[in-house]
């Protein structure tokens, strides 16, 4: 599904009235209708109610006054708080203002913070009239947010946040919660805390980046008539992985009754260390249980028989050389040991010893298949970065915060509050060779960006999977994918999206608690739920 960010919205919109000659101020009706609609399926009818209206200075203003005039159409009192003059109002929205008018709906001017304490009493008013409160419509910023909401603005919405404002009547944000960043869910000093969004047209970024569906609410996204043509022709760089678009992405994996192990590719897993042969083993799991055809594992010999014994079905290759830690004395094992795997895992557990460091650059420059580096492989690369070599082949670095914090130098904090710059910036350190690049950023709303600058965004997974070993099994996720034949950039997509459903379906029948083992076996099962949908 495309997120447009609010520039690529605002092309939509031109579009759709340039080329198609659809009238603006049709799209603005369709939307404030669109919502009315939405309002009654989630909060019953409006007939004998009354509904305040915080209208702002822009369009997102002007969509209030439209559910507002369609409130009175259905028998519901509508109050209009203008957080600006009125008419200073232009476009589409004044032309909302006159009819206003002319209905004589009733309406009060809120444009400075002494007038935003009159709200309460103003309420009081309506209340001692008898008819219940509807609804809060935040009509007051959309996409056009551009700068920190301060003042009376700031006021209104802290207002609008109070516990028991309005006796908790359900507040319905236009479009985005008024505070919100569109583009990147920041908010920008205060956020509207909204039980449900109207977006128009398509949902935005903002909607889905760390911690803003808190604000968000239940998002609906209304249909204002921009043509399908337009948004299929139109170049956005961020998506949402849907069940829709991750079904697309898998739909090869069915096998065939004569399928045999040998097309279903060779992936090869260097992991593990003493104390961490736990990660290598998750590794592993993750690979057998997505699909890959055979699974084998380079491991420091003297814990060759603990692998042996935890992962029946993965093939060892016990390195002679390592004894604790994968080292670099035996490269040329491990060399050989690539030769005919679909994909390379490097890092789960490896630990950061000179010696594997030294391996992992080289196996980073040398190794022409797609490999992914995950945990201890990602420090080391983060920690050498000025001298990182050219790839010899395509590359997915899926680190966590903490260790995307290690690469670029912010803190965790810093990077969770600029999700989509930071992950930007991790991609850009590795971008820049022959070789796709792939760079993702875990956390609720996984980011995964590849060096053309487009980004998706993940939707499954719950607080369940934050525990150990969760990384480690989407790891053999992403490279058995990789091994049956989905391409590099898709296997992270659908990766990542299968993880967080089979978290997601242990959740739901355990809550939080369950381990990543039990994730790994749940991963089947998803994959066959997916196919059969
Ligand atoms: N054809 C269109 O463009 C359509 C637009 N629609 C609505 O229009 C919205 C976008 O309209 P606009 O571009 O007018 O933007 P907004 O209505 O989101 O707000 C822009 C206005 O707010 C001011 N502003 C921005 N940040 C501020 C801050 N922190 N403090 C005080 N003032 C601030 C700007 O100077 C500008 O006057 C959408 O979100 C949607 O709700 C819909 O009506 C559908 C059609
Ligand atoms: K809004």
């Given at each position: 599904m495309k997120l447009p960010t609010s520039s690529e919205m605002k092309g939509l919109d031109t579009s759709a009235i340039?080329?198609?000659?659809?009238?603006?101020?049709?799209?603005?009706?369709?939307a404030g209708l669109g919502t009315v609609k939405m309002m009654e399926k989630q909060c019953g009818p409006c007939k004998d109610t009354f509904a305040l209206i915080f209208v702002g200075p822009g369009n997102n203003g002007g969509d209030g006054l439209v559910i507002g005039r369609h409130l009175h159409q259905r028998g519901c009192k509508p109050v209009f708080f203008f957080l600006v003059n009125p008419d200073s109002l232009k476009g589409d929205a004044a032309v909302n203002l006159k009819i206003i008018k002319k209905l004589r709906l009733p309406f009060h001017v809120i444009d400075t913070p002494s007038r935003v304490e009159t709200i309460p009493i103003l309420l009081k008013q309506f209340e001692?009239?008898?008819?219940?409160?509807?609804?809060?419509?935040?009509?007051?910023f959309g996409i056009g947010l551009t700068?920190?909401?301060?003042?009376?603005?700031?006021?209104?919405?802290?207002?609008?946040?109070?516990?028991?404002?309005?006796?908790?009547?359900?507040?319905?944000?236009?479009?985005?919660?008024s505070g919100m960043d569109a583009d990147t869910g920041k908010v920008l000093g205060t956020c509207i805390r909204a039980n449900y969004t109207a977006t128009y047209c398509c949902a935005k970024p903002g909607h889905f980046i760390h911690g803003s569906a808190s604000w968000t609410g239940k998002l609906e996204i209304i249909d204002i008539g921009i043509p399908p043509e337009t948004i299929y022709?139109?170049?956005?760089?961020?998506?949402?992985?849907?069940?829709?678009?991750c079904r697309k992405i898998t739909c090869n994996l069915n096998r065939k009754k004569a399928s045999h192990k040998?097309?279903?590719?060779?992936?090869?897993?260097?992991?593990?260390?003493?104390?961490?042969?736990?990660?290598?083993?998750?590794?592993?799991?993750?690979?057998l249980r997505a699909g890959a055809g055979l699974v084998t594992l380079c491991v420091p010999h003297k814990l060759n028989s603990i692998f042996e014994a935890t992962v029946v079905e993965a093939m060892t290759i016990p390195l002679p050389n390592s004894t604790d830690y994968i080292l670099h004395d035996d490269i040329d094992l491990i060399i050989d040991a690539v030769q005919g795997k679909k994909a390379v895992v490097l890092g789960p557990g490896l630990g950061t010893d000179p010696s594997t460091a030294k391996l992992v650059m080289q196996l980073y420059s040398s190794v022409?298949?797609?490999?992914?580096?995950?945990?201890?492989?990602?420090?080391?690369l983060a920690a050498n970065k000025e001298e990182i070599p050219l790839p010899a082949g395509p590359r997915i670095f899926t680190p966590h915060p903490g260790e995307l914090s290690r690469l670029i130098g912010k803190t965790a904090d810093d990077i969770q509050n600029n999700r989509l710059e930071a992950t930007a910036e991790g991609c850009d350190v590795f971008s820049g060779s022959d070789h796709e690049t792939i760079f993702m950023l875990k956390g609720a709303g996984t980011l995964i960006t590849s060096g053309d600058g487009k980004t998706v965004i993940n939707t499954s997974g719950n607080p369940g999977m934050a525990?150990?070993?969760?990384?480690?099994?989407?790891?053999?996720?992403?490279?058995?994918?990789?091994?049956?034949?989905?391409?590099?950039?898709?296997?992270?997509?659908?990766?990542?999206?299968?993880?967080g459903c089979a978290g997601d379906c242990l959740y739901e029948k355990k809550g939080a608690g369950y381990t990543a083992s039990e994730l790994a076996d749940a991963v089947p099962v998803t994959i066959k739920k997916f196919l059969n949908d």
């Open positions: 340039e080329e198609f000659n659809i009238p603006s101020i049709v799209l603005m009706e369709n001692s009239r008898g008819l219940p409160c509807y609804a809060i419509i935040d009509a007051i700068r920190k909401v301060e003042s009376h603005f700031a006021d209104t919405i802290n207002l609008i946040n109070r516990k028991n404002f309005a006796h908790r009547s359900p507040v319905i944000s236009v479009d985005t919660p022709n139109a170049d956005i760089r961020t998506e949402l992985t849907t069940r829709e678009s040998g097309i279903h590719g060779h992936l090869l897993i260097i992991a593990g260390s003493s104390g961490k042969t736990g990660a290598a083993v998750l590794a592993a799991k993750g690979g022409p298949c797609p490999m992914i580096i995950d945990a201890d492989a990602f420090n080391i525990t150990g070993g969760m990384g480690d099994v989407l790891t053999g996720i992403i490279g058995a994918l990789i091994c049956q034949g989905v391409s590099v950039r898709n296997s992270a997509i659908a990766g990542v999206f299968l993880h």
